[in-house]
């Protein structure tokens, strides 16, 4: 069955970017049809969209963090990837990415999700 | 809109139904998929559209929708489903955005 797994630094200092991948295995990205997604929980809150990105290739952001934030796809890799600028001690979270399906009449959900990375900024 | 609201806490005496509820505008346009999250697991799809369950989620767990609001029931709460349940849904600014609800603590007493 699909699987993700995020992967990247656990530690970032204050400032510099938070890069994470997501791999994707089981099937390819390029299937079509998905929309691959990234969620943060911040220590004790509740899920946040970041964003996600469409089979077609267009990112779509959570409008408080579009001007620092970049997600991608690398098909030869089955990789997505998110990039986050300039960050601070409140980027500090668990950092999820997820595969979100459309299944027809209004109605998407996120079945498939990667175990979670904690991400700490500090210097 | 892009909110959608959720009561931060339900408890449910064991065997009992309860129902945990969710509003938004969005929810007009779009149906709620529902997500249970237990301590220090990824979330878990329980319910999409109408009221559909992904393959291996009991059939205790339903869903429903009316008006701004969308509701998950558990018919015969069992301890296990004791957790933290988010719904979300598409933004229906047209933006193409997501959305979650600020999650439901369910305790199973």
């Known amino acids: 069955q699909v699987q993700l797994q995020e992967s990247g630094p656990g530690l970032v200092k204050p400032s510099q970017t938070l890069s994470l991948t997501c791999t994707v295995s089981g099937d390819s990205i390029s299937s079509g049809g998905y929309y691959w997604n990234w969620i943060r929980q911040h220590p004790g809150k509740g899920l946040e969209w970041i964003g996600y990105?469409?089979?077609?290739?267009?990112?779509?952001?959570n409008p408080s963090l579009r001007s620092r934030l970049t997600i991608s796809v690398d098909t030869s890799k089955n990789q997505f990837s998110l990039k986050l600028s300039s960050v601070t001690a409140a980027d500090t979270a668990v950092y999820y990415c997820?595969?979100?399906?459309?299944f027809g009449s209004g109605s998407y959900g996120m079945d498939v999700w990667g175990q979670g990375t904690t991400v700490t900024v500090s210097s | 809109s892009s909110e959608l609201t959720q009561d931060p806490a339900v408890s449910v005496a064991l065997g009992q139904t309860v129902r945990i509820t969710c509003q938004g505008d969005s929810l007009r346009s779009y149906y709620a998929s529902w997500y249970q999250q237990k301590p220090g697991q990824a979330p878990v799809l329980v319910i999409y559209?109408?009221?559909n369950r992904p393959s291996g989620i009991p059939d205790r767990f339903s869903g429903s929708s009316s008006g701004n609001t969308a509701s998950l029931t558990i018919t015969g709460a069992q301890a296990e489903d004791e957790g933290d349940y988010y719904c979300?849904?598409?933004?229906?600014?047209?933006?193409?955005?997501?959305?979650f609800g600020g999650g439901t603590k369910l305790t199973v007493l």
């Open positions: 559209g109408k009221n």
């Open positions: 990105i469409s089979d077609s290739g267009s990112p779509y952001y």
């Open positions: 997820a595969r979100e399906d459309y």
């Open positions: 979300n849904s598409r933004d229906s600014s047209g933006n193409h955005l997501v959305v």
